[in-house]
């Protein structure tokens, strides 16, 4: 790879995409179960307050904890449909979850390759998103952000369409998507920028133009003049599930989770045990080299 992000590059999958699907098999659905947060946004659809849950995450672990599809949005595609880059034709993601683990590049009957539909650089993001940011952010009176560095956009930038009066909750370990502080400039000349730029000063209206930028763009729990943003320090399934109980809904989350984790473990059965002949010379090897291991540490010891 001429770089770790060049596995994510679009240019880089059509000249060599064997590198993109052997990770792709570490990728894919059904390794991981979903999580508590996974868990508690389909109990906000089930309260009936879900409008939306916009994910840049690609591993569809909102459908294994039972979140409607029409209620997703995956910002970064996943890996639930496929198409072929040459003519088009949509595949079904078991066919080409068969072929990348047969250690091979899916291929669509035209010659042309197939990929997950998963954003990478160099595309655009998928329709629906534009779609329906565009209808869901003005009617958002609360606003969840949970576990995400806001550094990717046009995602992160979504934090700022909703109306002003909603409130914005941000779950993650460290600050993310914070305002720049502005700078602080007194009533008097304050008073004198705001004058000139009514005279047709064009400084001046920049100047107030980037403040009104400033004072829109970002979360501002850091800010004095802070009215509707919270920040929640830490983990975000703990932080769900503080939120949950908060809200009178602990048990109902529980239950959510409790019926998730039994659906994927009976998804994903733990291999049966090894017969007791294999499980013997297992032992045997660990015993030989617990040995081989104290044989070298003596020896080292002494020399």
């Known amino acids: 790879l001429p770089a770790p992000e060049a596995i994510f590059s679009i240019d880089f999958f059509e000249e060599h995409p064997e590198a993109f699907c052997t990770l792709a098999k570490e990728l894919y659905p059904g390794h991981y179960c979903a999580t508590p947060t996974h868990c508690f946004i389909r109990l906000l ?3 009936k307050i879900l409008l939306r849950n916009f994910t840049q995450n690609i591993d569809t672990l909102e459908f294994e904890a039972g979140i409607s599809r029409d209620k997703v949005v995956q910002a970064h595609g996943g890996f639930d449909s496929a198409h072929c880059l040459k003519c088009k034709k949509s595949h079904s993601p078991e066919s080409v979850k068969e072929v990348l683990f047969q ?21 655009g993001l998928p329709r629906r998103f534009h779609d329906l940011s565009r209808k869901d952010f003005p009617k958002c009176d609360l606003l969840l952000i949970l576990g995400t560095s806001l550094q990717v956009h046009p995602f992160a930038g979504l934090i700022n369409d909703p109306p002003t009066d909603c409130v914005r909750i941000l779950f993650n370990r460290e600050p993310a998507g914070v305002a720049d502080v502005p700078p602080k400039i007194d009533k008097n000349m304050m008073a004198r920028i705001e004058e000139a730029a009514r005279e047709g000063d064009m400084q001046a209206k920049t100047i107030l133009i980037q403040m009104k930028m400033a004072s829109s763009n970002g979360l501002r729990f850091q800010l004095e003049d802070n009215k509707r943003d919270l920040f929640h320090k830490g983990d975000c399934d703990n932080g769900v599930r503080e939120f949950a109980k908060l809200l009178g809904w602990e048990k109902d989350l529980d239950k959510i989770i409790a019926d998730v984790v039994a659906a994927f473990k009976k998804k994903n ?25 104290k044989a070298i540490s003596q020896k080292l010891g002494k020399s």
């Open 45 to 47: 659809e089930e309260k």
């Open 269 to 293: 059965p733990p291999p049966p045990p090894p017969p007791p002949e294999e499980a013997k010379a297992s032992e045997g090897k660990e015993a030989s080299s617990e040995g081989m291991a």
């Open 103 to 123: 250690n091979k590049v899916p291929r669509c009957g035209c010659g042309g390759l197939i990929k997950p539909d998963i954003v990478f650089f160099g595309e």
